[in-house]
């Protein structure tokens, strides 16, 4: 309970009070609340410090254990990408699809030596190079190239290149990876239809960037993506020296299917130099080599793995922490956090922490940091001389970053793998701390100088709790209650309002109650708007319908099957069949104006103006004939319902005002009732204009006609 505090009385003079001399200094209660003041200050201000430092010390080491553990759990889970990736690598160069796959390429692509392209042919491979390739690989790389380096030197490569590779745009991977014939009845062509699928497999399946097949002679004679690498020699300009062609050699020299060979990313001038790792194992038989298994490192993937799926705050990296790796010639293996949370702000970060503007600029253009973002540093030599550690030092995007360091154990890679966090973040709850033990040290002082004041409040506090617990309940908080733990008056006292708010409550709740079952009770009754009114207190209620379909129903057979019944057990059948109408009505959407021993009035579109009410009406009054054959299933009786339907324009509205009666009235309703009465046989009889509402829809037979509306009107029956 909320308590103020109150003025104290002022204490009252003795009557003869005995004159006294005059003290100066401070009073006792002075004196106690400095005491009080001076201990509570020095023992603030002695644990302040010391949970200052101990804080920090703390936090500092929980960031470090924490980044170590990112940085353990990145560098298992890259290792272990990697190694599934060698070992996948391996064991498809064995396997007997890619042993007869890569010997049928290989013979394909020796099929087509001598096979030269006519003039046209040329022509039209020379300006794919001249208008796609070269364009795409400048605009890329910012470096200028000379198309006809690109252009393979033999037969096989051109003949390959051109009905495979200048057909598409050069950006069309997909198409590339989808080509399995050119059409072209070639017998590299047959080898691609047969085998082509299943190194496709591969690319679509395990997530390879490409496949690559070469034979003896570091000839590119499949790629799955079919680009310009496709025919070229590894072995000759422009692509001699590269890592890829290092890794093919070494592979045939190793003479060895047990050979895996993994490069590190090097700008790949098929990929318009976009950075490409391989992992490159021998395709043969145990006593021939016949060729190389070339799979391209799927980038993304590495990605994924090095940030967590993007979620790096699940990670607890915060928001601006990141794991990344580096190789050798410090430049990132991996994407950075910031290029791809804020490519916006990416530059202007990473040119103030040292990086050439040129570079930067570049890497948002790319949209990529791979051997571009320069990230050297202590950390990343001591990582590459094989250390594990951490340490508060530089970083590409901040100046002082708490980082842990490692070595990655991936064969063939000199890579290491770092995790970092700005300082500013790391430390930010070290600040935080401070402040608190501030606020914390100058409440206490407040405590301890308003501690002596709120004793004084102690005896009027439970008449001010009584004082708001009687504003409260006249308020209309019945449930508000007073402590009422002491022994004396005052717990009496609040027993005693207690038990007076108790009985209030419980007086409440019957009125409530009450009212409520009142409230059903007219639902039941009335339409929610009529109700509404008649609690208003109007004496004359009707209301006028345009568009309302009526439905006067009549139960044939319910006197001859209750003779021979007691009461109850005539209400008790009568109960059944109205229920179940009742039911029929909810589901059909169908509103029950009122029911009689024999018959049942209902209306569609009386209460919820309805486009369907027609079709409402004519599938309620079907339903209840279901309800009577399920009865007379379960009974073994024969009733059936004889039913009139129309629609039209209707009045309702409350009859008499002492008994209350709801009723609906108007031509529609006479007639409904005629049409009910106009044959002796069962079954749903309806106007013209019903049938003209649901002509297509539900089936008709013309059943008669009946006197109403001061006409001759006829009557349609419906086919069950």
């Given at each position: 309970?909320?308590?103020?505090?109150?003025?104290?009385?002022?204490?009252?003079?003795?009557?003869?009070?005995?004159?006294?001399?005059?003290?100066?200094?401070?009073?006792?209660?002075?004196?106690?609340?400095?005491?009080?003041?001076?201990?509570?200050?020095?023992?603030?201000?002695?644990?302040?410090?010391?949970?200052?430092?101990?804080?920090?010390?703390?936090?500092?080491?929980?960031?470090?254990?924490?980044?170590?553990?990112?940085?353990?759990?990145?560098?298992?889970?890259?290792?272990?990408?990697?190694?599934?990736?060698?070992?996948?690598?391996?064991?498809?160069?064995?396997?007997?699809?890619?042993?007869?796959?890569?010997?049928?390429?290989?013979?394909?692509?020796?099929?087509?030596?001598?096979?030269?392209?006519?003039?046209?042919?040329?022509?039209?491979?020379?300006?794919?190079?001249?208008?796609?390739?070269?364009?795409?690989?400048?605009?890329?790389?910012?470096?200028?190239?000379?198309?006809?380096?690109?252009?393979?030197?033999?037969?096989?490569?051109?003949?390959?290149?051109?009905?495979?590779?200048?057909?598409?745009?050069?950006?069309?991977?997909?198409?590339?990876?989808?080509?399995?014939?050119?059409?072209?009845?070639?017998?590299?062509?047959?080898?691609?239809?047969?085998?082509?699928?299943?190194?496709?497999?591969?690319?679509?399946?395990?997530?390879?960037?490409?496949?690559?097949?070469?034979?003896?002679?570091?000839?590119?004679?499949?790629?799955?993506?079919?680009?310009?690498?496709?025919?070229?020699?590894?072995?000759?300009?422009?692509?001699?020296?590269?890592?890829?062609?290092?890794?093919?050699?070494?592979?045939?020299?190793?003479?060895?299917?047990?050979?895996?060979?993994?490069?590190?990313?090097?700008?790949?001038?098929?990929?318009?130099?976009?950075?490409?790792?391989?992992?490159?194992?021998?395709?043969?038989?145990?006593?021939?080599?016949?060729?190389?298994?070339?799979?391209?490192?799927?980038?993304?993937?590495?990605?994924?793995?090095?940030?967590?799926?993007?979620?790096?705050?699940?990670?607890?990296?915060?928001?601006?922490?990141?794991?990344?790796?580096?190789?050798?010639?410090?430049?990132?293996?991996?994407?950075?956090?910031?290029?791809?949370?804020?490519?916006?702000?990416?530059a202007a970060t990473v040119i103030a922490n040292g990086t050439p503007p040129?570079?930067?600029?570049?890497?948002?253009?790319?949209?990529g940091t791979v051997l571009l973002q320069p990230v050297d540093s202590g950390?990343?030599?001591?990582?590459?001389?094989?250390?594990?550690?951490?340490?508060?030092?530089?970083?590409?995007?901040?100046?002082?970053?708490?980082?842990?360091?490692?070595?990655?154990?991936?064969?063939?890679?000199?890579?290491?793998?770092?995790?970092?966090?700005?300082?500013?973040?790391?430390?930010?709850?070290?600040?935080?701390?401070?402040?608190?033990?501030?606020?914390?040290?100058?409440?206490?002082?407040?405590?301890?100088?308003?501690?002596?004041?709120?004793?004084?409040?102690?005896?009027?506090?439970?008449?001010?709790?009584?004082?708001?617990?009687?504003?409260?309940?006249?308020?209309?908080?019945?449930?508000?209650?007073?402590?009422?733990?002491?022994?004396?008056?005052?717990?009496?006292?609040?027993?005693?309002?207690?038990?007076?708010?108790?009985?209030?409550?419980?007086?409440?709740?019957?009125?409530?109650?009450?009212?409520?079952?009142?409230?059903?009770?007219?639902?039941?009754?009335?339409?929610?708007?009529?109700?509404?009114?008649?609690?208003?207190?109007?004496?004359?209620?009707?209301?006028?319908?345009?568009?309302?379909?009526?439905?006067?129903?009549?139960?044939?057979?319910?006197?001859?099957?209750?003779?021979?019944?007691?009461?109850?057990?005539?209400?008790?059948?009568?109960?059944?069949?109205?229920?179940?109408?009742?039911?029929?009505?909810?589901?059909a959407g169908v509103e029950r104006v009122r029911t009689l021993r024999g018959?049942?009035?209902?209306?569609?579109?009386?209460?919820?103006?309805?486009?369907?009410?027609?079709?409402?009406?004519?599938?309620?009054?079907?339903?209840?004939?279901?309800?009577?054959?399920?009865?007379?299933?379960?009974?073994?009786?024969?009733?059936?319902?004889?039913?009139?339907?129309?629609?039209?324009?209707?009045?309702?509205?409350?009859?008499?005002?002492?008994?209350?009666?709801?009723?609906?009235?108007?031509?529609?309703?006479?007639?409904?009732?005629?049409?009910?009465?106009?044959?002796?046989?069962?079954?749903?009889?309806?106007?013209?204009?019903?049938?003209?509402?649901?002509?297509?829809?539900?089936?008709?037979?013309?059943?008669?006609?009946?006197?109403?509306?001061?006409?001759?009107?006829?009557?349609?029956?419906?086919?069950?």
């Amino acid at each position: 309970m909320t308590e103020t505090s109150a003025p104290q009385s002022a204490p009252q003079p003795a009557p003869h009070p005995s004159p006294r001399r005059r003290r100066f200094g401070l009073s006792a209660q002075s004196k106690l609340l400095a005491m009080l003041l001076g201990v509570s200050l020095l023992a603030s201000i002695v644990v302040g410090v010391i949970g200052y430092r101990s804080g920090q010390e703390s936090l500092r080491s929980a960031a470090f254990e924490q980044l170590t553990t990112v940085r353990e759990l990145r560098a298992e889970a890259i290792e272990r990408e990697f190694s599934s990736l060698q070992t996948n690598v391996e064991l498809q160069s064995r396997n007997a699809s890619s042993v007869e796959g890569a010997a049928a390429f290989i013979a394909g692509f020796e099929a087509l030596e001598g096979t030269e392209l006519d003039a046209a042919q040329d022509a039209t491979l020379t300006r794919f190079f001249e208008e796609e390739y070269v364009p795409a690989l400048e605009s890329r790389s910012g470096s200028e190239f000379e198309p006809a380096s690109f252009i393979p030197a033999t037969d096989p490569g051109r003949y390959l290149q051109y009905h495979y590779t200048a057909q598409r745009a050069i950006d069309d991977f997909d198409a590339g990876l989808a080509l399995s014939d050119a059409g072209d009845g070639s017998q590299w062509s047959a080898a691609n239809a047969r085998y082509g699928p299943y190194f496709q497999s591969l690319v679509e399946e395990l997530g390879y960037e490409d496949v690559l097949i070469l034979n003896t002679d570091a000839e590119i004679v499949y790629s799955a993506y079919k680009s310009v690498d496709l025919g070229v020699s590894m072995r000759e300009a422009p692509y001699e020296g590269s890592s890829l062609t290092t890794a093919v050699d070494e592979a045939l020299r190793s003479g060895s299917l047990d050979s895996v060979i993994t490069t590190d990313f090097e700008r790949y001038l098929p990929s318009l130099g976009i950075p490409t790792a391989w992992v490159v194992s021998p395709i043969g038989t145990a006593t021939e080599l016949t060729g190389v298994l070339a799979v391209q490192v799927p980038i993304e993937q590495i990605n994924a793995v090095m940030t967590g799926g993007g979620d790096w705050l699940a990670q607890g990296l915060g928001e601006t922490g990141e794991a990344y790796l580096a190789g050798a010639d410090g430049l990132m293996r991996s994407a950075s956090r910031l290029l791809t949370e804020e490519p916006d702000a990416y530059a202007a970060t990473v040119i103030a922490n040292g990086t050439p503007p040129e570079v930067a600029e570049r890497m948002v253009r790319v949209a990529g940091t791979v051997l571009l973002q320069p990230v050297d540093s202590g950390a990343l030599q001591a990582a590459l001389r094989g250390q594990s550690g951490t340490m508060v030092g530089p970083q590409y995007t901040e100046g002082s970053s708490l980082i842990a360091y490692a070595p990655l154990e991936i064969e063939g890679l000199n890579w290491a793998i770092i995790a970092h966090i700005d300082a500013s973040e790391a430390f930010a709850p070290v600040n935080d701390f401070a402040r608190d033990m501030t606020i914390w040290t100058l409440a206490i002082l407040l405590a301890v100088s308003v501690l002596s004041l709120l004793l004084a409040q102690v005896f009027v506090r439970p008449i001010r709790q009584l004082v708001d617990a009687v504003r409260r309940l006249t308020a209309g908080a019945l449930d508000v209650r007073v402590p009422a733990r002491s022994r004396d008056e005052f717990g009496d006292l609040g027993l005693a309002f207690n038990e007076m708010a108790e009985s209030l409550k419980v007086k409440q709740e019957l009125i409530e109650e009450q009212q409520s079952e009142n409230e059903r009770l007219l639902g039941t009754l009335l339409p929610g708007s009529v109700a509404a009114r008649y609690r208003d207190g109007e004496e004359s209620i009707a209301e006028e319908h345009e568009d309302v379909s009526v439905v006067y129903a009549e139960l044939i057979g319910f006197d001859e099957h209750t003779r021979g019944l007691s009461g109850s057990q005539e209400i008790e059948a009568l109960n059944a069949l109205m229920r179940g109408f009742d039911e029929a009505a909810t589901t059909a959407g169908v509103e029950r104006v009122r029911t009689l021993r024999g018959g049942y009035l209902a209306s569609s579109g009386l209460v919820v103006p309805r486009v369907d009410n027609a079709l409402r009406a004519v599938s309620f009054a079907r339903e209840m004939r279901a309800v009577v054959q399920r009865f007379n299933a379960q009974h073994g009786t024969q009733l059936d319902i004889r039913a009139g339907v129309d629609t039209g324009a209707v009045k309702s509205g409350l009859v008499a005002r002492t008994n209350l009666a709801y009723d609906l009235w108007g031509d529609a309703v006479s007639l409904a009732f005629a049409m009910r009465a106009a044959s002796r046989e069962p079954g749903i009889y309806v106007s013209a204009a019903v049938r003209e509402r649901l002509a297509g829809s539900v089936e008709f037979v013309e059943a008669g006609t009946v006197e109403a509306r001061e006409r001759t009107e006829t009557i349609w029956s419906v086919v069950a």
